[in-house]
């Protein structure tokens, strides 16, 4: 514990700030992204309330895993009149395409580090052995697709409908009238989050400087970490360590790292979903009043 206070206080807090700014941009753009799936349906969708609803979404998610999304849609059921279903709709589509990002992010690190990664396992596994298990797992794949494909059972009826409902969401997004636009901030959304992990790096000396490989492995690492627990509450600096244990990065920087990362992006949504949660009933009351005189 005072090796890690050690380095909060001699952290660059300027790198940090822009991080937690980056962040926020990154939200609001989601907050903004949401309007070109919700409008077409024939409702309008206020951007503060989408803001709101959006940060208050996050900080819900610290209790109860994907509770947030739940709440998402249950607050523009009240204060925008959408319909609960139709909104959770969108929210649902909304994750397929950050899904897709996320793939995208994997492939595209695979492409750039492939030869640091495989030499990375070659150091430590029997070379013959990593292409047995590829071609191992390849093999498994293609007869799981085919037994899926063929089979009538209730899981395989599942799984097919699974993947369909997958497809059909991610290509409901480019039936969009403004469909550009939702993947311009789709990609901005991600972008920022890259660069948000990417500054933060900078504010520990140790961590300051780090390959490429380092920053998009970790970030996929804590990506994951986040996603399988509530905000990454405990996993998140184990996640981050091991990925920069990859790269010889010590133990001490890549804890200290993951917790500055981790608790500078909680205040922040602490703060602003708090005050979201609080602000939602006074801000729509004086919409109300303003419609109404």
Do not use: C
Request: hydrophobic share 55%; no cysteine; glycine share 8%.
């Amino acid at each position: 514990m005072s090796e890690l206070l050690s380095y909060f206080k001699e952290a660059n807090y300027t790198w940090i700030g822009l991080g937690v700014l980056l962040g926020v941009l990154s939200h609001l753009s989601r907050a903004y992204r949401w309007k070109f799936m919700i409008n077409p349906m024939g409702y309008k969708l206020h951007i503060p309330n989408s803001f709101m609803a959006v940060m208050a979404a996050y900080l819900i998610n610290y209790t109860i895993p994907r509770a947030g999304e739940i709440s998402r849609a249950s607050i523009v059921a009240n204060y925008e009149g959408i319909p609960f279903e139709k909104g959770f709709g969108t929210i649902v589509a909304e994750r397929i395409a950050d899904l897709v990002m996320m793939l995208l992010i994997i492939a595209i690190t695979l492409f750039l580090e492939f030869e640091y990664i495989y030499d990375f396992f070659a150091e430590r596994f029997d070379p013959n052995k990593i292409l047995i298990g590829v071609a191992g797992l390849i093999v498994i794949s293609i007869v799981f697709v085919l037994f899926i494909r063929r089979s009538n059972s209730k899981l395989a009826l599942k799984i097919k409908g699974f993947v369909v409902g997958l497809i059909e969401g991610v290509l409901s997004i480019f039936k969009m009238k403004q469909k550009w636009a939702f993947v311009g901030h789709t990609l901005f959304i991600w972008l920022m989050y890259v660069l948000m992990f990417y500054v933060t790096t900078f504010a520990v000396d140790e961590t300051s400087g780090i390959p490429l490989a380092a920053i998009l492995i970790g970030f996929i690492s804590g990506s994951f970490s986040i996603a399988a627990t509530n905000g990454g509450v405990g996993s998140y600096p184990v996640a981050i360590f091991l990925a920069f244990s990859i790269f010889g990065i010590a133990e001490d920087a890549g804890m200290a790292f993951g917790w500055i990362m981790w608790t500078a992006q909680t205040l922040m949504v602490i703060v602003l979903g708090g005050l979201s949660l609080l602000f939602l009933p006074i801000y729509n009351k004086n919409r109300e009043k303003t419609q109404t005189s």
